[in-house]
């Protein structure tokens, strides 16, 4: 193949792949933006975690997922903390808040190991069964399922991270197959508003 | 002579050697989210051969045991993992294994990093058994590898 028409293949690639700030969300916009949910859990150091007021003020990123999850969940978050390497002055402002629903295997030492590969920041949440379908609930998403025994075992759970904006509102929703560039765009979008603005 | 029916044949086994390709399947893009637990995906293309294949399993020295699985999509948004007994490649067809969808897991997978090379037997119905190497990657790039 021609190289000048290689050149133009690469440029187009290149320009899917990145969309610069657009001043819009690429996420699932959450429109209107609701209410943060109120829900307190454990974190991995074994003190309580009132999600709504720890993250008050901040960009707020929260995911439900477990340890043991090799396909979906490292890939959110190992994408987050790239683009937290990014644009670190959004990083500083932003919580990423870890929930496992699956007390019964992830322990606090667990889930801070599994948290660490990607950012010592991350905060990890964990409580009891009731506890977390109910921060689930609150959050708007399905409670996980989960089913089987010893090493065969399921676990259903909801696939996007939930953004809640410095504001206290979730504005938007970002599922799997959320690019690193779509994440920079949007943490940059979201940093922004803060309380009385959308 | 027989040197060059050697060389030949060592020309043969490189070009196989390069793109991973026996008995005509071949293999591309093979890939490995570096583990962030006791578990990995691997994720690859496979496009058939003359014959139509089945996909039977894996193994590596790397893991304890090797898994076909499916991510699944419910309709409420909500994913979930299922085993897989195999996966059909038909003649000439394709059959991609990527993140969120079916991939391969690693069973207690060794600690390897981004750079390392993972050697996975693929096991196949009519194929025979043969082996291929996977790149390790960070899992934050495995949807733009």
Redesign the interface.
């Known amino acids: 193949m021609p190289t000048a028409v290689l050149l133009v293949i690469a440029l187009f690639v290149a320009a899917c792949?990145r969309n610069v700030a657009s001043g819009e969300l690429q996420g699932v916009v959450v429109d209107p933006p609701q209410p943060k949910p109120s829900f307190t859990l454990t974190d991995t150091s074994g003190e309580p975690y009132e999600f709504a007021a720890e993250t008050e003020g901040k960009l707020a990123l929260l995911y439900f997922g477990y340890?043991?999850?090799?396909?979906?969940c490292?890939?959110h978050?190992?994408?987050i903390?790239?683009v937290f390497d990014q644009i670190p002055e959004v990083a500083r402002d932003t919580e990423v808040v870890f929930v496992s629903v699956d007390p019964d295997r992830d322990s606090r030492d667990e889930i801070r190991t599994?948290l660490d590969?990607?950012d010592s920041r991350f905060i990890g949440l964990t409580g009891t069964r009731a506890e977390l379908d109910k921060a689930q609930t609150e959050a708007g998403?399905?409670p996980?399922?989960i089913e089987g025994e010893g090493?065969e075992y399921?676990?259903?759970?909801?696939?996007?991270v939930i953004a809640y904006a410095p504001d206290g509102r979730h504005h938007a929703n970002y599922?799997?197959?959320t690019?690193?560039s779509e994440w920079a765009n949007d943490l940059q979008i979201l940093a922004a508003r803060k309380g009385g603005s959308r | 002579m027989r040197l060059r029916l050697l060389s030949g044949l060592a020309a043969v086994f490189a070009l196989l050697g390069a793109c991973s390709s026996v008995g005509a399947v071949e293999i591309r893009d093979a890939r490995i989210?570096a583990?962030?637990?006791?578990?990995?995906?691997l994720y690859f293309t496979a496009t058939g051969g003359d014959g139509d294949d089945r996909l039977l399993g894996a193994r590596s020295t790397a893991a304890s045991e090797v898994q076909i699985?499916e991510?699944?999509?419910?309709e409420?948004?909500?994913?979930?993992?299922?085993q897989v007994e195999g996966l059909d490649l038909p003649a000439g067809g394709t059959l991609m294994l990527e993140?969120?969808g079916v991939?391969m897991?690693l069973?207690d997978v060794e600690r390897v990093e981004p750079g390392d090379e993972v050697d996975v037997t693929l096991v196949w119905e009519n194929g025979g058994e043969w082996t291929i190497a996977a790149a390790v990657v960070?899992?934050?790039?495995?949807?733009?590898e």
């Open positions: 792949g340890v043991n999850c090799p396909d979906i490292p890939v978050l190992a994408q903390a790239e599994f590969n990607f998403v399905p996980a399922v090493d399921t676990v259903d759970h909801a696939g996007w599922p799997f197959g690019r690193q | 989210a583990p962030t637990g006791p578990n990995a995906a699985h991510t699944t999509n419910g409420d948004g909500t994913v979930g993992m299922r993140p969120g991939h897991m069973i960070d899992p934050a790039d495995i949807l733009d």
